[in-house]
């Protein structure tokens, strides 16, 4: 199924002090937690009734997540100054110590959401020997976030081989040079490491190191949340059900 972008846009003409519309979203003013005016002050009955209004459309709707995916990609995209493709990774170690850092998101589709890494990092290490993982997205200025759970497996090397070679050639370089995560005596010492990798692959290609891997993380679950007015939220979660998605809305 496909989404009509309008229908869960957010586009809306509500109006109710501290929120306002702005490129068609609604959107807070500065006081990002406004809560309930004074209890039986008119203000608050109008209120009432705009939130009851309001809260009856659903902003969230049910059927392909990954379409909703795109659809929200698409519009934070166009919404976000920086690195909208930002999401959180979170791992574990086999023992279910977590770490969660930033990745980019860099190929994504029904068959999952990739990433690159150095395979000898933190992360690779802890995804090489428990691979399941999470991803989250918050786009601040949509309001929107997306949660992302499921195992995941390196892709294989000759995409790997494709986006490594679509990079900077500074950044094919740095990427030979980091010891990702492994402790560094002075930033001088990486430099110097980054400047041998430069006269190692003069004149010809950089090769993508080995351990320079994509994954792809398979989703079993994906929750959209959407910000309402007055912690309302709007959140669903859709979970693998056979070939197909079961979704459920769950309490904000
Ligand atoms: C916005 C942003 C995007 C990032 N993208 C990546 C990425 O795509 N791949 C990567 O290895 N590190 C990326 N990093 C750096 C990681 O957050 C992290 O510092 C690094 O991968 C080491 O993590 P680890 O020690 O947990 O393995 C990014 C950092 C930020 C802030």
Known sequence: MLYDKASFSGRRTLNIDGWHKSHGRLTRGNDGNADFPPVGSKATKNRESEVEAEASTELVPDGDPFALFQAWYDEAREAEPNDSNAMALATATPEGIPSVRMVLLKGH??????????????????LLSNPNAALLFHWKSLRRQIRIEGPLAPV????????????ARDSQLGAVASDQSAPLDSRATFIRRYEEAKDRFAGRDVERPPHWLGFRLTPAAMEFWHDRPYRLHERRRFTREGDGWASTLLYP
């Open 109 to 126: 589709g029904p068959d999952g959401f990739i990433f690159y890494t150095n395979s000898h990092s933190r992360k690779g290490g802890e």
């Open 156 to 167: 294989d090397a000759d995409m790997a081989d494709a986006y490594f070679a679509s990079r």
